[in-house]
């Protein structure tokens, strides 16, 4: 699926340190999503994206911030990695035929 | 705001077995998706349901919507070993363009 890309794919950091997820798409939608996905949790919304410089926070976005300067892309900042941050993160796009969420490959972050 | 209820959390069956999950609301939904995640993958959407007592088929799979709106089913009838994965299912609110994800069924089928 090559509509939506997400880079790294893979991260290992130390606690404190700053990390930056990006998320990529190339079929110019509006709505672009952050998730987290913790065993026993399913997925959790991080924070969205209904436009260029509009974004909201979704149920578990303490320590993480958002940037969305292009509507192509969409950048999750951890200002301070904290190990209970390690998780799987997916970008997603809604995409508007049925309002189904389209999933990038996620990214997996360990934070030590 | 909304949450769903997936139940159960793991269902380990036999190929050739069925399989059931539900998805369950408080609150009466507009619509309802489903979404299935294979090992290491991400999810992918399967199928979305909107009226009251819908029912919808994929193949094997079947997809039920409830008449009050707050409870879906997926039914697998004669699981195979690519069925295995994670299915979650997902409230949409349309307003706000967010979805609600229940916390999934993991299915393990055994050959």
């Known amino acids: 699926d090559a509509g939506i890309t997400q880079s790294p794919r893979h991260k290992v950091t130390e606690t404190g340190t700053p990390v930056t997820l990006r998320c990529h798409q190339t079929e110019n939608h509006r709505y672009m999503y952050w998730y987290r996905q913790d065993p026993g949790h399913g997925l959790r919304l991080i924070h969205y994206s209904y436009g260029v410089k509009d974004t909201d926070k979704g149920e578990v976005s303490d320590g993480y911030s958002v940037s969305r300067s292009k509507t192509e892309d969409f950048l999750l900042t951890l200002e301070s990695a904290t190990s209970s941050q390690t998780s799987v993160y997916f970008c997603?796009?809604?995409?508007?035929?049925?309002?189904?969420?389209?999933f990038g490959p996620g990214t997996r972050l360990t934070v030590l | 705001g909304q949450q769903v209820m997936q139940i159960p959390q793991y269902q380990h069956v036999q190929e050739g077995e069925d399989f059931t999950t539900y998805c369950n609301s408080s609150t009466t939904l507009s619509n309802i998706q489903w979404y299935k995640q294979r090992p290491g993958g991400h999810p992918v959407f399967l199928i979305q349901l909107v009226k009251s007592g819908e029912v919808k088929k994929q193949k094997r799979l079947t997809f039920q919507f409830g008449e009050a709106k707050k409870n879906s089913s997926l039914h697998i009838t004669a699981t195979q070993t690519t069925d295995v994965g994670t299915y979650f299912c997902?409230?949409?609110?349309?307003?706000?363009?967010?979805?609600?994800f229940g916390d999934g069924t993991t299915l393990t089928v055994k050959p």
């Open positions: 997603a796009i809604n995409r508007v035929l049925y309002n189904e969420q389209f």
């Open positions: 997902a409230a949409i609110n349309t307003n706000a363009g967010k979805s609600t």
